[in-house]
């Protein structure tokens, strides 16, 4: 059960997520904050993440706008690996690759987004008096290395740089997250903070806050392990700058209701996560959060 609750840990992470788009939610950070212990050291994971926007086009606002709504799906495969270095540490690896649709312009973007590079510390794991409670935490720090496109908008002749599939500057991110479980049941949270840089176009995408928390029950079988989650998800985004100067209509915040789903067979976890928004005040409110899901599909070597 306690190597099962970390196996936990590392894999409820798909809901840090980050992108060019001020706070879209598309691109891998680190899913995997965790760290195995007393099962296989490293780890190969596929994610892949559908996040479908809706964006108000107000007459004038840009220019001519032909179009009054349009919606935009990002969805992002993220190829990823985690190396224990001892009991305490680890390093993982993200390399997202992106498709970006717009309705109406259609607007297409493919190819490599940012990739993303963290190391992970477990600080606590400790079982809790003489009860069946166990306190795992972990910390971790990364770099976001801008090897996805970022192309300028001049005029709006070209890609709006909500539609990027990279920010165009290294970023880095700090992070924490602790499950508490007694017996089967158990109670994940985690937060994150990313800082973003100016890129060589003068933009800068706005500071990133990401939270969650969530409630699982464990079930385990003699093959089959298997765990449903509900939750709550937070995501902030400072608004972006353009040479130091504030853009109107970037940044804001969403709450999102998530429901979930884990299974562990062997070495094999696959998960599934659907997230609806609760509260959502996006864009000084031009843009809204349709839906998010995701799956993922991780092998422990």
């Known amino acids: ?98 498709f970006i649709n717009q309705t109406g312009y259609n607007t297409r973007q493919r190819g490599l987004g940012d990739v993303q590079l963290r190391v992970n510390y477990l600080l ?71 800082i973003n840089n100016e890129n060589e176009d003068g933009y800068r995408f706005g500071n990133q806050v990401n939270s969650a928390i969530r409630y699982f029950y464990l079930f385990s079988g003699e093959k089959l392990n298997h765990a449903p989650l509900v939750g709550l998800a937070f995501k902030y985004a400072d608004r972006s700058t353009s040479f130091g100067n504030p853009i109107n209509i970037t940044g804001g915040y969403k709450l999102l209701f998530e429901l979930g789903y884990e299974f562990w067979v062997q070495n094999v976890n696959f998960g599934l996560s659907f997230m609806l928004p609760a509260n959502q005040e996006l864009s000084e409110g031009l843009v809204s959060n349709q839906y998010q899901f995701s799956t993922k599909f991780l092998y422990f070597l």
Request: proline share 4%.
């Open 1 to 98: 059960m306690q190597q099962i609750a970390i196996w936990l840990i590392i894999c409820m992470m798909g809901t840090l997520k980050l992108a060019a788009c001020d706070i879209c939610g598309s691109a891998s950070s680190g899913q995997f904050l965790g760290i195995l212990k007393d099962a296989p050291e490293n780890m190969l994971s596929i994610h892949y993440t559908q996040t479908v926007f809706e964006t108000r086009h107000p007459p004038n606002l840009f220019g001519d706008e032909f179009f009054p709504v349009t919606e935009e799906t990002f969805r992002f495969i993220n190829l990823g690996g985690k190396y224990r270095i001892n009991e305490r540490i680890n390093a993982q690896a993200s390399v997202p690759i992106g």
């Open 124 to 194: 606590t794991d400790q079982l809790l008096g003489e009860s069946m409670s166990t306190l795992i935490t972990v910390v971790g720090a990364g770099l976001s290395i801008p090897t996805g496109e970022f192309h300028a908008a001049q005029d709006f002749e070209t890609i709006n740089p909500n539609l990027q599939l990279g920010t165009g500057a290294f970023g880095f991110f700090l992070s924490t997250q602790s499950t508490l479980r007694i017996g089967n049941s158990g109670l994940n949270a985690e937060l994150s903070y990313r």
